[in-house]
C-alpha cells in the first residue's frame, strides 16, 4: 500500500473512532487502539510532509463537535488543547530535553513537573464569573464544546458557587475530568441490566453518555464525580506555579488529584509514572498514565505550543494490557436481561497476572467490523477490571477455509425469534431460561413490584429448590410454605414477610407492573406515560404501534419493542397465568375512570369472571371496591348464592346488578 492510501485510510478510521468516541459515547477503539492509529499516521505524515492536509486529525485539537439534535453549544474562552502522548522513559527524556533546549536554559538546569494520574474520563470545562458557576462545556473540538451545564451542575463535588471568604476571580475557566468511581460503576452497570438499557462497557462510556442525558434527574442518579486538573482562561487569579493554581482551586472546594507531586526533574516523572503504575490495578478511577506539567506557569508561558498541544505538558501512558491468543470458538451468550452478545473463548493466555479464557465481542455489529473468526490468532486487551475484549485480529495469520461468524437467528437458550437492534440482538421472552433469575430480580426490584425478600441471593435458592421455574411462580409462592421455611436461612418470619410483601405485589399499579416486565426501552418514566394513556393493561397490549407513538416520548423504537414483546408467546403465557394466580393489575387513573365515584361490592360467585377480576376490571374504570356493604357502597353485584348481603343491599336501597347486567356496564357483554 502506497503511503498516501495508508494516511487516507489512517485518517478515515481516526474520524469514525472519534464520532464514535466523543458523538455516541460508545467507542469500538481501545485507548492504545486508537493512540497506535493515531502516531502510526504522525510518523507517516513525519516522513511525507507534502501529504499533510489542514484536515488531517493530527492537525486538530480535540474531537469533532458532537452531532446530538439538542446540544446548544458554546465557545471556549481558552482553547482545550490535546497532551502529547508518549510511551516509553526514551521519549519522555527527548521531551524534556525539547523543553530545556527551547527555553534555552543553561546545561544542568533541570525544569521542574507537577506530575499527577491521568484518568480516563470525560474533560469538561467550567466557567466561573464572580465566584458562580455560569456554564459547563465539554470539550468538543476544543474550540467550541457542547453545553453541558445542567448534568455538570447535577455532581456533588463541583461547587455552584466558590467557596471561601474570597474575593474570587472575576472570570476563570476551570478543567478537569468527570468520573465514575468503580464501585459506582459496578453498581449502576447491575441497575443497568436489570432495566434493560444497553450496559456501557467501562467507566468512561458510562460518563460520555450520561452527559449527554437531557434528563439532570438521571444523571445526578449516576453520582458523578468532578476532578480538577487545570485551568483555562483566567482572569482576575493569580498564581507563579501549577502547584500553586490547583492549591487555589483545592481552596474554592475543588477536588484535585490524588497523588500529586512536585519533582525536581525528568527521572521524577519517571519514578512517579512506575509508583502510580504499580498501583493502577487498587485505584478507584480508571487511568491509562501520568500527566507531567512544567510547573512555572511563567515557563509554560514560554513554551507555548504547537498546532495540536502545548509543548509544557506531557502524559506518559501506561503499558496497555494486551496479550496474543487464539480463538478457540465463538459462542452467543444470553444475557440475564436478554441481550445477546458474541463471546470469544480463547487458548488461556496470562494477562497483567490473570489466566484469561474468555474475551467480549461486545456486539454483532463489532464482530463484523472486526471479523474475528473461529481459529483466528488474536490480541485481547483487559482495561482495569473488566472484561478482556478483542481488539485486534491478526488477518495475515489465518488459514484457509476459515468462514465469517454468522449471529443466531434464534435465541440459544429458548428458541425465541430475536428482536434486532442495530448492532444487537435481544430474545424478549420473559420465559427464556437463561433469563429467568435476571427477570425476577428485576420483577421484584423496589420501583418495580417491590418485594425485598426476593433478591437475587434468595431467588437462587428458590430456584435451586425447585420452587420456581417460570417468573410467574412467584405469584403461587404463598402456597408453597413448608417448602420455603424449610430452605436455609428461612423460616416463619422470612416466609411471613414475603408473603405480605407478595399480597401487597399481587396489586401493583399499572406503571409499576409494566415497568416490572422489563420491556426493552420502557424505564420507569416511559412506563408511567404509557399507564396514563392506556389505563388498563389490556389496553396496551392490544394497541397498534401507531396508537403507542401517540404517547410522548414513545418513538419508533420504544413502540416496537412494546408491540414485540407482546407477541411472544411466552409473554403472553405468564401474564395469563400471573392473572389466574390473582394479579390485579390497578389503572393509574382510578378517580377519572367510567366508573368513578362509584364503590363495589361484590357477593356470591361469577359464572363468567373470577371475583379478582371482577374487581380489577371495574378498578380499571376508575370504581373502588368494598370487601363488605358499607355506606360508601354503591354498586352490589350479586352472583350466584349471594346470601346475607344481598339482603342487607335490599335494605339500604342499594343498586343491585346481576352478572349479565355488570357484564354490559363493564362492557363485556355475554
Ligand atoms: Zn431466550
Not at 458510562?206 to 442525558?213: E, N, Q, T
Not at 482495561?383 to 489465518?398: F, K, L, M
Request: aromatic share 6%; charged share 30%; proline share 5%.
Amino acid at each position: 500500500m502506497s503511503p498516501r492510501s495508508r494516511i487516507e485510510q489512517l485518517r478515515q478510521e481516526i474520524r469514525r473512532a472519534d464520532q464514535l468516541y466523543y458523538g455516541e459515547g460508545q467507542p469500538e477503539l481501545s485507548d492504545s487502539e486508537y493512540d497506535a492509529l493515531f502516531r502510526e499516521l504522525r510518523d507517516l505524515e513525519a516522513e511525507h510532509p507534502d501529504l499533510i492536509t489542514p484536515d488531517s486529525p493530527t492537525q486538530r485539537v480535540g474531537a469533532p463537535l458532537s452531532s446530538g439534535r439538542d446540544a446548544v453549544q458554546g465557545d471556549h474562552l481558552a482553547p482545550m488543547l490535546s497532551i502529547e502522548s508518549l510511551t516509553s522513559a526514551d521519549e519522555v527524556r527527548e521531551f524534556d530535553s525539547r523543553a530545556r533546549k527551547h527555553l534555552d536554559l543553561p546545561d544542568g538546569t533541570a525544569l521542574r513537573y507537577a506530575v499527577e494520574p491521568k484518568f480516563d474520563g470525560v474533560s469538561a470545562s467550567l466557567l466561573y464569573e464572580d465566584g458562580a458557576l455560569t456554564r459547563a462545556l465539554s470539550r468538543g473540538d476544543g474550540a467550541r464544546g457542547d453545553d453541558i451545564t445542567a448534568s455538570i451542575r447535577t455532581i456533588r463535588d463541583v461547587p455552584l458557587h466558590l467557596e471561601g471568604p474570597g474575593p474570587f476571580p472575576t472570570r476563570i475557566e476551570v478543567r478537569g475530568e468527570v468520573l465514575l468511581g468503580r464501585t459506582a460503576f459496578a453498581r449502576l452497570q447491575q441497575q443497568l441490566e436489570t432495566t434493560m438499557e444497553t450496559p456501557f462497557r467501562n467507566p468512561r462510556n458510562l460518563v460520555a453518555g450520561s452527559l449527554k442525558l437531557l434528563d439532570p434527574k438521571i444523571v445526578a442518579r449516576r453520582r458523578l464525580e468532578f476532578i480538577c486538573w487545570g485551568l483555562g482562561h483566567v482572569e482576575g487569579l493569580s498564581a507563579t506555579t501549577h502547584t500553586e493554581q490547583q492549591a487555589r482551586l483545592a481552596e474554592f472546594g475543588f477536588r484535585i488529584p490524588e497523588p500529586r507531586q512536585e519533582v525536581d526533574d525528568v527521572d521524577g516523572v519517571l519514578a512517579f509514572h512506575r509508583d502510580v503504575e504499580a498501583t493502577r490495578d487498587d485505584a478507584e478511577y480508571e487511568m491509562d498514565g501520568i500527566v507531567a506539567k512544567v510547573n512555572e506557569l511563567d515557563l509554560q508561558r514560554r513554551l507555548g505550543r504547537r498546532s495540536r498541544a502545548p509543548r509544557w505538558v506531557l502524559a506518559f501512558k501506561f503499558a496497555p494490557r494486551r496479550a496474543t491468543t487464539e480463538v478457540l470458538a465463538i459462542t452467543a451468550q444470553v444475557g440475564r436481561t436478554g441481550a445477546i452478545t458474541p463471546v470469544a473463548d480463547l487458548a488461556p493466555t496470562e494477562l497483567a497476572g490473570v489466566t484469561v479464557r474468555r474475551a467480549t465481542l461486545h456486539n454483532w455489529g463489532l464482530l463484523r467490523e472486526r471479523d474475528v473468526r473461529e481459529g483466528d490468532s488474536v490480541e485481547i486487551e483487559r482495561a482495569g477490571d473488566v472484561i478482556p475484549e478483542v481488539v485486534h485480529v491478526h488477518t495475515e495469520r489465518r488459514g484457509k477455509g476459515s468462514r465469517q461468524f454468522e449471529p443466531p437467528e434464534e435465541c440459544p437458550a429458548c428458541g425465541s425469534a430475536l428482536e434486532t437492534e442495530g448492532a444487537f440482538l435481544y430474545c424478549l421472552n420473559l420465559e427464556c431460561p437463561a433469563q429467568i433469575k435476571g427477570r425476577i430480580v428485576h420483577m421484584a426490584s423496589r420501583r418495580a413490584l417491590d418485594i425485598g425478600r426476593l433478591g437475587p441471593k434468595y431467588v437462587d435458592q428458590l430456584l435451586e429448590a425447585g420452587l420456581i421455574a417460570h417468573p410467574e411462580d412467584v405469584f403461587t409462592l404463598r402456597e408453597r410454605r413448608e417448602e420455603i421455611q424449610a430452605l436455609d436461612r428461612w423460616g416463619e418470619r422470612s416466609y411471613l414477610r414475603l408473603a405480605e410483601e407478595l399480597e401487597k405485589a399481587m396489586q401493583p399499579e399499572l406503571a409499576r407492573f409494566l415497568y416490572a416486565l422489563g420491556i426493552r426501552h420502557v424505564g420507569e418514566t416511559t412506563a408511567r406515560d404509557l399507564a396514563e394513556s392506556f389505563e388498563t393493561l389490556d389496553a396496551l397490549r392490544t394497541a397498534t404501534i401507531e396508537q403507542l407513538q401517540e404517547v410522548d416520548g414513545v418513538g419508533e423504537e420504544v413502540a416496537n419493542s412494546i408491540h414485540n414483546f407482546f407477541s411472544i408467546q411466552g409473554n403472553l403465557r405468564f401474564l395469563e397465568a400471573a392473572r389466574d394466580a390473582g394479579l390485579s393489575i390497578r389503572s393509574p387513573k382510578s378517580a377519572e375512570g367510567p366508573l368513578a365515584g362509584r364503590v363495589f361490592c361484590f357477593t356470591g360467585g361469577l359464572a363468567s369472571l373470577s371475583r379478582d377480576d371482577a374487581q380489577r376490571l371495574v378498578e380499571e374504570r376508575g370504581a373502588k371496591t368494598s370487601k363488605s356493604i358499607t355506606k360508601k357502597v354503591t354498586d352490589v353485584v350479586l352472583g350466584e348464592n349471594a346470601g346475607s348481603k344481598a339482603e342487607k343491599a335490599k335494605k339500604l336501597e342499594l343498586r343491585t346488578l346481576d352478572e349479565a347486567a355488570f357484564l354490559a356496564l363493564i362492557g363485556r357483554a355475554t
